[in-house]
């Protein structure tokens, strides 16, 4: 599936520099781990727990950090990068490109004679596309994919297969995932007296440019308004995104998150897996929750990193966890009463509880 | 979008009296939130935090209690309501009603010659009907809709594209969103010294009428017997219920909540958003499950609160919370003998720690 | 729906031996609970607190342990077997079988020229199948499912209605449900300076032979080499799992669970409902998590049992949560300083905290 070329090749495109005397008309065939990688391969070194896999790879080549170049073996080509990581995913999209997009309508298609579709898009089998609706230039739609009427769904994007739109405007180069539900109702009712009625939910929702959203997310329309997320947001799978949220540009969300209606998520975001955002508050920019915390009043520390549920600073859900963690360990006997008036070892020990290994991404 | 109408339309349809010198001729264009609503536009005040906004608004009338109606600025016209959340409700029914059924089946369905489709229902692309299964009056099958043999969909419901319902019976003025999943096999297995096989899930799925199921949730059939949910239940996106669970009438349940096998819900429960329902138990009539929590054993009385996990009375819940809360926030140094042998200002403190703004809905 | 058959040909079909004098002769209509199952009906006691059920059944024949047979009462035949709830699905399977595969291609499905289909396989209607997709003997397409370029379908395998597989080998004799999605992208990002970029997910998944997947769960592709569920695995509705995740045989993963990626599990795993396991953490095998916990290191031990967030031994967990739940009970009032220098009665209650009635499946 991989592309070949030369280490010259990838050095240009990369814009790295080969050591003196690597054979830049070496060829790569494949990028892999460390451990598996190969005499045709390429590989990286980022994460420090990999170095004694450093040591011993037998890749062709490795991307690698100054100061870990020396880790490689003897004929293992390092290619110095001040972040390997970040060049690993440009020497994937170098080695591993998208499929072009080939534009036509297939004739197992519905689309609307309303619907306007770009001559360079591409419109799978099954799919329905209903009046009014507008598919930009080069936009892919798959499979039994359906586009609600006046839908716009940007130059560039990709919706796989069985991605249901309705009351949106997607933007540029998205991609949207598999049985993604975006634009149906939020889950509105007005109760009185045991009467619940329905609110029609007569909003919609905006997604911005280079927005990805995972498999089976799903995102309400806004009830009044828009449900609004914004550029570069990523969305892992399964996220729930309710009605008249607003997510701000380069959030990312892991998966199985729910953000209930009308809240405010700053730019740059980051929120673990399985976590919760009650409905009606608003998060500062770059604020971190970590994965399965449940955030139910306001954050206004740009920056800020919390946990727990409720919510509240990373390091005092951390003192708390560790205190709660020494009650389940102590074996009081009834007639100790002096480890029984304790408290004292308790808080002792909190203060020298280890940081968990628990990051806002640890469930990503 | 909206259906303009004039004021003295508007307050037949929702039987409320204008203020003398209102102009009953003024048109209202649509429905807006207080601080964007314009000269055309109704709009509604329940929420005492936005009285701010009701001083401000430009609306041209406003669905409010008699109390805040002095609120308004001069020439917002007030329309005293006792509930404005509800008016505001059938205001928006009123000024965007549904669109109205159109009946046909499309070409592009494939439906059995053993279906039995009212002439009144419609029937979108590329939907699937199989042998013995009912549609009926004025019923509304989106696009690439499963619809199983002998399944039966009761008049006046909708189901949204890619809606998928097998084994089941589904009531009338149902709504059935995106994804959601009905009556496939419940998760059921016999295991004994290593040997796991499945058990045959031969039951079916009841739903009652004026249900909603958000978009991919899924209802599992019962093992044997019936997967129960009664009239007027509202179910959020994301939603997991399984075999042999029966949800008593007009409950909520909001977004990513789960109910393991063969529990029961009263009437009129309210679960918060991610909570989860252990498998055999059974929660009293009108019982609230606060957002976040877990539900392992059964709740006997009427009206219960409940929180955390596993979940007890809400009260003792935010008790603890605050305890540990403050185990958080101790610093201790190890010589302190005197704050460490604590406890008390521990336990004092949880009794001023102020109510958390936290209720069972505050995840929807 | 059920195959009615003779005492004397379910005793045959199960291996077991009918007491002296039963009519073997009499005749079985169906499977029912004890308590509503009449004088045609099989039945089954397995679990003890459905004994009293069993003093009163109308059951014609009842699979039960030789311990119990005396309970039931006169006229009602005793089945005696080792394990009830094992017979009682092999009952199931016999009296319930699984509908036969009616070989043939849909008219209305879209198969690629260049896809195998075996001529024993069944494609409904609204499939899309792509180039390179191989489609074994017997197995079952369900209307609206799209196999990917070059995907393998193992023999016997059964895709409900709305699965999605790209980028994946499948085994045989596999149970995947509707709305389930196999083989998108994993949720890869790498940021630096505000500059995210997506990380090119070019792997693929390997699903062994005899696996269940549940409605709408997602399994995403490797990044680079295969996200792995072994044989036997049974997977429930709406789980997450990420990419480069190993699941290893015979494990079993309650409802809306999510696996981190790169995480691997032990065989015969057990997972509760709702469960969450961060990335890059390795589970022995027989490792039981229960519902609700957050599991965010290894768990080095072998049949280990953990609870909580983070996750740490059960009994550890419930000592806590017992110590916790005591201290949301107290009342402590501002000069009731004995029971605030406490710590001592809340500790020795934690020692006679009942056991919840909590376990690794009581989510599911």
Redesign the interface.
């Known amino acids: 599936?991989?592309v070949a070329l030369t280490l010259s090749e990838l050095a240009e495109k990369l814009g790295l520099t080969l050591p003196a005397g690597a054979n830049g008309a070496r060829v790569l065939q494949a990028?892999?781990?460390l451990d598996?990688a190969g005499a045709d391969d390429l590989s990286f070194l980022d994460n420090e727990k990999y170095r004694d896999q450093a040591k011993a790879t037998k890749a062709a080549a490795v991307l690698v950090r100054e100061a870990d170049a020396a880790l490689l073996p003897a004929g293992c080509i390092p290619l110095v990068v001040p972040?390997p990581?970040?060049a690993?995913?440009?020497a994937?999209?170098v080695m591993?490109p998208?499929a072009k997009v080939v534009p036509g309508i297939?004739e197992?298609a519905?689309v609307s004679a309303k619907a306007m579709i770009d001559p360079t898009a591409r419109i799978?089998?099954?799919a329905?596309i209903y009046a009014g609706a507008k598919i930009g230039a080069g936009a892919h739609i798959?499979?039994?994919c359906?586009v609600g009427e006046g839908v716009q769904i940007g130059a560039g994007t990709v919706l796989?297969?069985?991605a249901?739109v309705m009351k949106a405007v997607v933007g540029e180069r998205c991609?949207i995932?598999?049985?993604v539900?975006i634009g149906?109702?939020g889950?509105g009712?007005?109760a009185?007296n045991?009467?619940?009625?329905?609110?029609?939910q007569?909003g919609s929702v905006r997604i911005g440019n280079e927005v990805?959203i995972?498999?089976?997310s799903?995102i309400?329309c806004a009830a009044?308004?828009e449900t609004v997320i914004e550029d570069?947001v990523?969305i892992?799978?399964?996220v729930?995104i309710?009605h008249n949220v607003q997510i701000g540009k380069?959030s990312?969300i892991?998966?199985?998150v729910?953000v209930?209606?009308s809240s405010k998520l700053g730019q740059?975001s980051l929120i673990g897996?399985?976590s919760?955002?009650?409905?009606h508050v608003t998060l500062a920019d770059r604020v971190m929750v970590a994965?399965?915390s449940?955030v139910?009043?306001s954050v206004e520390n740009v920056s800020a990193v919390v946990a727990g549920?409720?919510a509240?600073d990373i390091q005092?859900?951390?003192?708390?966890?560790g205190?709660?963690?020494m009650?389940?360990?102590?074996?009081?006997?009834?007639g100790n009463?002096e480890?029984?008036?304790?408290?004292?070892p308790?808080?002792?020990e909190?203060?020298v509880h280890p940081a968990?290994?628990?990051a806002a991404?640890?469930?990503?």
Not at 316 to 321: G, L
Not at 361 to 364: G, V
């Open positions: 599936m991989a990028v892999r781990p598996v972040q990581y970040m690993f995913a440009r994937l999209m591993y998208a297939s197992f519905v799978e089998p099954y329905v798959g499979a039994h359906v796989f297969s069985h249901t991609v995932h598999s049985g539900r149906q109702d889950f009712f007005a009185h045991d009467v619940i009625i329905k609110i029609p007569v990805e995972g498999a089976n799903t309400d009044l308004g570069g990523k892992d799978n399964q729930q309710a380069h990312r892991v998966a199985q729910g209930a209606g740059f897996g399985q919760g955002i009650a409905g994965a399965r449940g139910i009043k549920f409720p509240v005092e859900w951390r003192r708390a966890m205190a709660l963690s009650l389940g360990r102590r074996k009081v006997k009834a009463s480890a029984a008036a304790a408290g004292g308790v808080a002792k909190i203060e968990s290994p628990f991404e640890s469930f990503k």
